[in-house]
């Protein structure tokens, strides 16, 4: 399952931060980290992609 998936689910209230680490399977203090980790939180640049600026 998609990391950003599940940790959507977590701030979005369907899932406890419990049930979170358990499906990443990660224990409380790592998935702390995680969740408030600001790369996980934006949507990666795709391989391939480039943005053009004028």
Excluded: F, H
Excluded at 30 to 44: C, F, G, H, K, Y
């Amino acid at each position: 399952m998609d990391k950003r998936k599940v940790i959507a689910a977590y701030r979005s209230g369907l899932i406890s931060i419990q049930e979170c680490a358990q499906i990443l399977g990660l224990d409380s203090r790592q998935m702390t980290r995680i969740v408030n980790d600001s790369l996980l939180a934006a949507e990666p640049a795709r391989p391939g992609k480039r943005i053009v600026t004028r």
